[in-house]
Nanobody
Framework: QVQVVESGGGLVQAGGSLRLSCTASGLTFDEHAMGWFRQAPGKEREGVSCITWNGGTTYYADSVKGRFTISRDNAKNTLYLQMNSLKPEDTAMYYC????????????????????WGQGTQVTVSS
């Protein structure tokens, strides 16, 4: 049984930083590209970032480029998202998911391309 668990969310002031973690079990972690998504109240889920199976290539939404960094440790089956210079508009529930393919590809921001999702971790940025 696949289990994906996010952690590290919280309340932070604008300009602050948070580091999200995501641990996956029940799947061969290094056979999957991994992604971070977020969903704010009343809005659709949006792709934040994706990383290929070996960490060789990363993708970011324009809204977070230069502020967020995705990384992974395959030995620990863990995915990370370092979030710096946080803004109130970053407030959302953040989800981790495993993509069906080993590479992010052009569809990296399409949630339907991901099979296994965590329950999410809340990030709230105050102004």
């Amino acid at each position: 049984q696949v289990q994906v668990v996010e952690s590290g969310g919280g309340l932070v002031q604008a300009g602050g930083s948070l580091r999200l973690s995501c641990t996956a079990s029940g799947l061969t972690f290094d056979e999957h590209a991994m992604g971070w998504f977020r969903q704010a109240p009343g809005k659709e889920r949006e792709g934040v970032s994706c990383i290929t199976w070996n960490g060789g290539t990363t993708y970011y939404a324009d809204s977070v480029k230069g502020r967020f960094t995705i990384s992974r440790d395959n030995a620990k089956n863990t995915l990370y998202l370092q979030m710096n210079s946080l803004k109130p508009e970053d407030t959302a529930m953040y989800y981790c998911a495993a993509k069906a393919e080993t590479y992010c590809l052009g569809s990296w921001s399409v949630s339907l391309k991901y099979n296994n999702w965590g329950q999410g971790t809340q990030v709230t940025v105050s102004s």
